[in-house]
């Protein structure tokens, strides 16, 4: 099995852009898909990012995702912060029977 | 659109069984594979079990397995997650999700609590 490493927490003021990385630890990050899911306290997961880099309907498109096959790694970056977007992040990805997700991390916009 | 809605969770004793079912409604039910995530209290995200649209392949995580059964039941619009010999580590709140592109979520329902305490 492999593992997804995601930086506990980040700190960033409103207007301001993140980025959010997701590293794998075996396997090729653009063999299997890498989702995001944003969650706020007290609520369930929402999808943000949907195969490596595609939007759900009603995400605004400051939420945009990547994958860089050189780290390893997928990220998502989050452009024009505002107060709504603070929440915890996790990335998911998967392999031959099994199914992966990052540890999460806490963004604070502050 | 799409609706998942969790029940039969509560506090249950270690050693003990309990039976989640999860109702869908809004989307194709039988076109999807489904999944159920667990997370514990102030803690991540953690993939519990996956089946297949038709119900014949099922796959768990190596912390639930042998002990939690996934099934479906297409002509009822819902998934279950039977689990058996719980224990404390396993209180949490329990999310159904349906399936996305290969083995991603896309849609999840709001979850519901089991708390596993003598």
């Known amino acids: 099995n492999f593992m997804l490493t995601q930086p ?8 301001k852009t993140v980025t959010f990385s997701c590293t794998r630890s075996s396997g090729n990050i653009a063999s299997n898909y890498v989702q995001w899911y944003q ?31 050189s780290s390893n790694s997928a ?34 916009v502050l | 659109q799409v609706q998942l809605v969790e029940s039969g969770g509560g506090v249950v004793q270690p050693g003990r069984s309990l039976r989640l079912s999860c109702a869908a409604s809004g989307f194709t039910f039988s076109s999807y594979r ?11 995200l953690e993939w519990v079990a996956i089946i297949s649209f038709e119900g014949s392949n099922e796959y768990y995580a190596d912390s639930v397995k042998g002990r939690f059964t996934i099934s479906r039941d297409n002509s009822k619009n819902t998934v279950y997650l039977q689990m058996n010999s719980l224990r404390a580590e396993d209180t949490a709140v329990y999310y159904c999700a349906k399936g996305g592109t290969g083995w991603t979520n896309d849609d999840w329902g709001q979850g519901t609590l089991v708390t596993v305490s003598s």
């Open chain 2, 34 to 44: 489904m999944h159920w995530v667990r997370q514990a209290p102030g803690k991540g």
């Open chain 1, 39 to 69: 969650q706020r306290p007290g609520s369930a997961p929402t999808t943000v990012i949907y195969d490596d880099n595609r939007r759900p309907s009603g995400v605004p498109d400051r939420f945009s995702g990547s994958i860089d096959t």
């Open chain 1, 75 to 108: 990220s998502l970056t989050i452009s024009g912060l505002k107060t709504e977007d603070e929440a915890d992040y996790y990335c998911q990805s998967y392999d031959t029977s099994t199914v992966v997700f990052g540890g999460g991390t806490k963004l604070t």
């Open chain 1, 8 to 15: 506990h927490s980040v700190s960033e003021s409103p207007g």
